[in-house]
């Protein structure tokens, strides 16, 4: 069984790639056969994992475009046993160049299905925006949606568009498609806009939310440019902690276990 989530939020810097890139690693040192699937032309993700965006000779764009299998555009990051497609920035043209292809919201779906089997998760990372990227992630995402949510002010705001979004997607592209969780990220503690923020979120969608809250943790913003997921640059953080405790609860919602056990 392979659960596929798209991790989605239309909104910029609520921590997607953040998540993204930490449960992936996270969930392939509990010994998970993991794959990150980098959907964003801005490739974030792929520099998080200390790939050279310019060494690139396949990325996530020639994937849509049916140029090379899946397979042949993965990569394997050896030190963390996991494996990355990743994106470049001519991503940014196959919104436009898919225009008018047969079923153009179906290729990542598509493209992995003969990897699927490989893995025990997929996480895809999506764009900024609800368009066909997002769409094709997706449709893609068996597993379902994880949406994070910055605990800041109007972090409600834009969730009832991309509810909808889903709810189209399923009822048109992926029956098998919903929300899987929301995660709270940048939770500052000391601050009543957080706490009111998170309490918020809470009260409208329940126990979709993950009961781990990401903190604001400057650990996790300089991890990047050291192109390393927190588990190595900063595992005992409150970051890598709770990017820990988050892919324990992903996996015991995945799969029906307890998270302590
Ligand atoms: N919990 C956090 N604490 C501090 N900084 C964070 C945290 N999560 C994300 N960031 C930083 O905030 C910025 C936006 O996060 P990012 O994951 O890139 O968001 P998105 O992918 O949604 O645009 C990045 O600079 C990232 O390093
Ligand atoms: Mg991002």
Do not use: W
């Not at 520099?47 to 396949?58: F, P, Q, R, V, Y």
């Not at 991503?91 to 898919?98: D, F, G, M, N, T």
Request: with cysteine; charged share 15%.
């Amino acid at each position: 069984m392979t659960f596929i989530y798209a991790i989605a939020n239309q909104k910029g810097g609520v921590g997607k790639t953040t998540t993204a890139v930490n449960l992936t690693a996270y969930l392939a040192a509990m010994g998970k056969r993991v794959l990150l699937v980098d959907m964003d032309a801005q490739a974030n993700a792929s520099s998080s994992m200390g790939i050279d965006k310019a060494a690139l000779e396949t990325s996530s764009y020639d994937v849509l475009l049916g140029n090379v299998t899946a397979a042949k555009a993965t990569l394997m990051n050896e030190k963390h046993k996991l494996f990355i497609i990743p994106s470049s920035p001519g991503l940014a043209a196959a919104e436009i160049e898919l225009v008018g292809e047969m079923a153009r919201e179906y290729r990542l779906r598509q493209a992995l299905t003969t990897e699927a089997e490989k893995y025990d998760y997929i996480l895809i990372d999506c764009p900024p925006s609800l368009g066909l990227l997002t769409v094709n992630a997706l449709t893609a995402a068996t597993g379902g949606v994880l949406i994070p949510v910055q605990c800041e002010y109007l972090a409600l705001e834009g969730l009832t568009q991309l509810t909808r979004t889903v709810q189209l997607v399923k009822q048109r592209l992926n029956p098998q498609l919903s929300v899987s969780g929301l995660i709270l990220t940048m939770y500052d503690s000391r601050t009543a806009l957080s706490q009111q923020v998170a309490a918020e979120v809470v009260k409208f969608f329940g126990e979709q939310v993950f009961t781990t809250r990401v903190p604001r943790n400057v650990r996790l913003s300089e991890a990047p440019s050291y192109g390393q997921p927190i588990l190595t640059y900063a595992p005992s953080s409150p970051g890598g902690a709770a990017y820990k405790a988050l892919a324990a609860e992903l996996v015991a919602r995945s799969e029906g276990t307890s998270p302590n056990a």
